[in-house]
């Protein structure tokens, strides 16, 4: 067994958050809903959402019969709404691709819309049980620190998908559970600004405190500022037409009272380029609800 799986299985059997993914027979749907909320959202505010989503839409199918307008809307404040359309996308795909059941295989979960390497193998992983290597931000960190002895990870790169590869036992339960307990690690111990090394089940074994904890550069993409910005903007845009669905706005009365017009037209064309929003005849609706 790889050196760092056995610390991690021992530590995650006892420290793992009970989140509702991780529960048994929570799902592939379940999942793959649950990871497209989870990116670049933390996992406190996508729990609530989740729940309302999975009881309003349990399958593919009950999304795809819906037009794409009330996944937009049931996304609420979730941030990045454009996830909320390629999840929609993704379940009428699902619905006439594959019979209405979430596919096992990578590749055939890669070529669904708005799914990359992380969720298409982590849904084979964590819902169907599958061995292949699960990699998110949090277990590049771990990798970067406890393997390579560095601060921070590297940008990212498809060779982590082979690093991690190599640290996951044969044993397909064994397995899956070392990618969940490297994710785990980086969320709560191996944190990116105040790692708790006390608690590390990695701490004997972590090639950056034998090193001393050198500093490494922090090449993480910074996000920019939400206040005042284009994202801000699109978010007040959508709001408005969630508030008022569905019936369409003026387009003329869409966030009359923005302090910058060029701004706020700027979002507009941006959510019906994103295929977010739909204009015809100087009105602006959700896409898919027909003319009121």
């Known amino acids: 067994m790889p050196e760092i799986a056995a610390p991690l299985i021992a530590w995650y059997r006892d420290a793992a958050r009970d989140l509702p993914w991780r529960r048994t027979g929570f799902g592939a749907w379940g999942t793959l809903v649950s990871e497209f909320m989870l990116q670049q959202t933390p996992v406190a505010r996508v729990i609530p959402h989740l729940e309302a989503w999975l009881e ?137 600004r105040s790692p708790k090394c006390e608690l590390c089940p990695l701490a004997e074994r972590c090639a950056w405190r034998a090193a001393g904890y050198p500093a490494s550069e922090d090449r993480r993409r910074r996000q920019a500022k939400y206040e005042g910005s284009d994202r801000q903007a699109r978010g007040a845009v959508l709001k408005a037409l969630r508030d008022a669905a569905p019936s369409p706005v003026s387009l003329f009365a869409v966030l009359v009272d923005w302090p910058d017009a060029a701004q706020r037209d700027r979002a507009i064309d941006s959510l019906i380029a994103d295929g977010l929003a739909e204009a015809e005849d100087d009105l602006l609706r959700l896409p898919g609800h027909p003319a009121s």
């Open 56 to 192: 309003r839409w349990p399958t593919p199918a009950d999304l795809a019969a819906s037009p794409p307008a009330d996944a937009v809307t049931q996304w609420a404040n979730l941030g990045y709404p454009r996830r909320a359309l390629w999840l929609h996308r993704a379940a009428v795909e699902i619905r006439d691709r594959h019979d209405g059941i979430v596919p096992r295989d990578v590749e055939a979960l890669l070529a669904l819309t708005g799914i990359g390497d992380y969720t298409a193998r982590a849904v084979a992983v964590f819902a169907y049980g599958d061995r292949h290597p699960v990699v998110d931000t949090n277990t590049r960190r771990v990798l970067a620190r406890a393997v390579e002895g560095v601060a921070q990870p590297g940008p990212p790169h498809r060779r982590d998908l082979e690093r991690m590869d190599a640290e996951l036992p044969d044993d397909l339960l064994k397995a899956a559970i070392v990618n969940a307990a490297a994710m785990e690690l980086g969320a709560i111990v191996c944190t990116a």
